[in-house]
């Protein structure tokens, strides 16, 4: 059974058509840029709804609500670890600057024995298509 995860990209209409998506979070991703940043999305299990869950991964990641009331469904991709991930689309606004994420516990340095607690989305931005091109993970 492959795992699966659900995300939702927001997009405006700024003078130009912008994507909001957050750069991820935690010392592996620190100094990357290029394929560093990500939809907010999340894993989940069986008996779970996929959209309900895009909706609880952006809240958890940006601290917004999705600020939007209709979605467009985007599909799925399967990622090359295996991964299913299925988008919805969705236009609305927010601040980018004020986004602030959940954390995640992680053993860093590695065999250390010291855990650290880690931002999933360090920060997100509002970026145009293009760039978001460079921008997101292989596979999305």
Do not use: C
Not at 32 to 39: I, L, R, T
Request: glycine fraction near 10%.
């Amino acid at each position: 059974m492959p795992r699966t995860s659900a995300g939702l990209l927001l997009y405006r209409r700024a003078p130009g058509l912008e994507v909001l998506i957050g750069h991820m979070g935690g010392p592996f991703w620190a100094r990357k840029d290029d394929a560093a940043w990500s939809v907010p999305k999340g894993e989940y299990g069986p008996g779970e709804e996929p959209f309900a869950v895009a909706l609880r991964e952006f809240a958890e990641e940006l601290g917004f609500p999705v600020p939007a009331e209709e979605f467009m469904p985007l599909g799925e991709v399967k990622q090359s670890g295996g991964k299913v991930l299925t988008v919805w689309a969705a236009e609305g606004d927010l601040d980018a600057d004020a986004a602030t994420s959940n954390t995640f516990l992680l053993e860093w340095p590695p065999r250390s024995g010291r855990v650290q607690e880690f931002p999933e989305i360090d920060r997100a931005a509002w970026i145009t298509v293009e760039q978001a091109r460079a921008k997101l993970v292989r596979g999305q």
